[in-house]
């Protein structure tokens, strides 16, 4: 908590009901007051109905769902009418989500886009030069550089981080009053979400602006928060002080450190000296490292580092410019074309299940796809495997028949990880897959995944930000830094006696673990005698 509200109402929720027209409401009777400068966090479970009471303030009702009954003002206009969104959206109140992805035009370039927002706020008589200031004046705000080349990037060219910035800026654009902040930081490595976290906190700051943040990270929301009130189910169960509602999560976390698997010799997934380029930017440089059969390997770094680049160039959705992937049998495991290798043999789950699942599909048209394509299945064989799928992800098997709106964000990346499953591969590269899920929903995803690990004997390449998943569910733990492989061990060695200034930046601003290797987890690692030495990839 960093400022009291004016005490000035600012916008007002009262009563507000949402959901589909015969179903079970998603927002129940809600009412939510924010005064002018104040942050309010709304936090609670996947599914509680966070974000649908947030994006209410920028007149915007998901598909599939209305309003059934209350009302909302922001600066006294109804943003839920034509006229009351087109007046507020950009200018009063701004929204800034998870996935800048999402946000920016992936076509345009950024200095361009930074620019249209500029236009699209100003007065008709407004030049090329003053807008040219503008855009020069919001990315510096941001700590974006300003110079013609970073202008000429497209998103893709840029890391999450600085694409997150970019995203902010044009949020900006409109020295809005009220912002909806949608887990900003969620996508982010450690570092980056704590540089993160000081600019939204200066950002708000200036002027006094007042915020709506929906977040599933307590040190974000006890940071930034003057209240936060906590919805279950649609309803808000509590309301208070930060310190009051968020006391359990912020205690101190014991990861519970794996013993890593003995590597056998040659078994596993071989990744030699592999390098990828984004046009002419290097963005993966001689990377060399074994996952052995059966195990989880991590792959952590800061944004930018090449994670994502990586996954995708072992799942062969990206070309691999020098060096090669292979699975223990010799046979190359993903070059551009894949035809060597049995179709499906390796599967990526991506970040985003919105984005990975066709939404016109329902689940069961969705798993039943590879089934056909990969594995040659009839009708009935098909129906009987997406049932059996469903199972394993513990999924109910009614939900075949829903389409992605209608499913909560854990039982999305639990269908993606069932499609993954219908090829029957050997490996899952899995990156970010817990990112826009709450800590609760995603401890339940990636024990499943160890349980599904374990049973079906896969090889896992787990890509994310969070440190404390790491020690809790991987074995061994790759660190990248600018594209290059800089530390590679074990969980317990890489995190407790980090080598590499990299990994003791990521580990310092990781809260959690921090606060749990500072409460003895590096002292129980050394007595249990894991002297695993790392060997450099």
């Not at 407004?126 to 000429?152: H, K, Q, Y």
């Not at 896969?458 to 061994?476: G, I, M, S």
Request: proline residues 6%.
């Amino acid at each position: 908590m960093f400022r009291k509200g004016s005490g000035v109402t600012l916008a007002h929720v009262q009563a507000l009901t949402i959901g589909p027209a015969d179903g079970p409401a998603v927002v129940r009777d809600v009412d939510l007051t924010i005064a002018r400068g104040e942050v309010v966090a709304l936090v609670g479970r996947s599914g509680s109905g966070k974000t649908t009471l947030a994006l209410t303030l920028l007149g915007h009702v998901r598909p599939g769902l209305r309003v059934r009954g209350g009302t909302v003002r922001v600066d006294g206009v109804d943003p839920l009418t034509a006229e009351g969104a087109r007046r507020l959206r950009g200018e009063r109140v701004t929204f800034l989500g998870q996935d800048p992805a999402s946000a920016l035009n992936p076509m345009r370039r950024i200095g361009t886009q930074v620019a249209e927002a500029v236009r699209l706020r100003a007065s008709a008589a407004s030049g090329r030069a003053w807008v040219g200031t503008e855009v020069a004046r919001l990315l510096s705000g941001v700590g974006l550089p300003v110079d013609d080349s970073f202008l000429r990037r497209y998103p893709h060219g840029v890391s999450g981080g600085q694409a997150q910035r970019v995203a902010l800026a044009v949020a900006l654009a409109g020295s809005p009053v009220l912002m909806v902040l949608d887990e900003p930081t969620s996508g982010l490595d450690s570092v980056t979400a704590q540089d993160t976290r000081a600019l939204v906190i200066d950002v708000l700051r200036e002027h006094g602006r007042a915020a709506v943040l929906v977040s599933h990270d307590p040190h974000l929301v006890a940071g930034l928060a003057d209240r936060v009130v906590e919805l279950d189910a649609g309803r808000v169960v509590r309301e208070g002080a930060p310190r009051d509602i968020l006391a359990a999560r912020l205690a101190p976390v014991r990861p519970r450190l794996r013993t890593a698997p003995i590597e056998p010799p040659s078994a596993g997934l071989v990744i030699r000296d592999v390098s990828a380029s984004h046009g002419s930017h290097r963005v993966v440089a001689d990377v060399t490292l074994r996952v052995p059969a059966g195990s989880c390997t991590a792959v952590v770094g800061p944004s930018g580092s090449g994670k994502s680049t990586l996954a995708r160039c072992v799942a062969g959705l990206h070309r691999i410019e020098a060096g090669t992937v292979r699975w223990e049998d010799g046979k190359p495991a993903a070059d551009r074309s894949r035809t060597p290798v049995p179709r499906g043999h390796i599967q990526l789950v991506q970040q985003d299940p919105v984005g990975a699942l066709n939404p016109r599909e329902t689940v069961r048209r969705a798993l039943s796809r590879p089934l056909r394509g990969l594995r040659r299945m009839d009708a009935d064989r098909t129906r009987a495997e997406v049932d059996r799928l469903l199972g394993l992800v513990r999924l109910p098997v009614d939900i075949a028949d829903r389409r992605p709106a209608a499913l909560s964000g854990g039982e999305r990346q639990r269908v993606a990880l069932a499609r993954a499953l219908a090829a029957n591969p050997a490996v899952l590269v899995c990156d970010e897959i817990t990112s826009a899920l709450d800590p609760e929903i995603a401890e339940t995803v990636l024990d499943l995944l160890d349980e599904l690990r374990v049973g079906l004997g896969l090889t896992v390449v787990l890509v994310t930000h969070d440190l404390t998943l790491v020690a809790r569910h991987a074995d061994q733990v790759a660190v990248l830094r600018q594209g290059r492989l800089v530390e590679w061990g074990p969980v317990e060695d890489v995190l407790t006696r980090p080598r590499e200034a990299v990994t003791r930046q990521l580990l310092a601003s990781a809260p959690s673990l921090a606060t749990a290797e500072a409460a003895g987890v590096t002292a129980a690692a050394e007595a249990a005698g894991a002297d695993l030495g790392r060997a450099p990839a």
